[in-house]
Nanobody
Framework: QDQLVESGGGSVQAGGSLRLSCAAS?????MAWFRQAPGKEREGVAV????????TYGDSVKGRFTITQDNPKNTVYLWMNSLRPEDTATYYC????????????????WGQGTQVTVSS
């Protein structure tokens, strides 16, 4: 059984918006979005702690991306606005059941990835 199921990727022009969804099979201590572009290292995009609602963002997306949660559905969303060509990447959802591992940015479960392509 897949723990995390992502959806919502696609192609958009610069300045456009997309919403990614990550549906989890259960509640986790934290859930996050990462991204990886070809030839680049994986980059943390956003993290949310569903119980508290606390969020953090990578510097490159602050003010443009928002991570939200729907706790009854164990689903998190990544709202991406003012998209830029440099946002093009495969986006991965991650989840971790242990709070201490969340604090160390360690995630046990990963989604299959969804492609986001932003054209100029």
């Amino acid at each position: 059984q897949d723990q995390l199921v992502e959806s919502g990727g696609g192609s958009v022009q610069a300045g456009g918006s997309l919403r990614l969804s990550c549906a989890a099979s259960e509640a986790f201590a934290c859930m996050a979005w990462f991204r990886q572009a070809p030839g680049k290292e994986r980059e943390g995009v956003a993290v949310i702690y569903p119980e508290s609602g606390e969020t953090t963002y990578g510097d490159s997306v602050k003010g443009r991306f928002t991570i939200t949660q729907d706790n009854p559905k164990n689903t998190v969303y990544l709202w991406m606005n003012s998209l830029r060509p440099e946002d093009t990447a495969t986006y991965y959802c991650a989840a971790e059941p242990m709070w201490l591992r969340c604090q160390r940015n360690e995630y046990l479960y990963w989604g299959q990835g969804t492609q986001v392509t932003v054209s100029s």
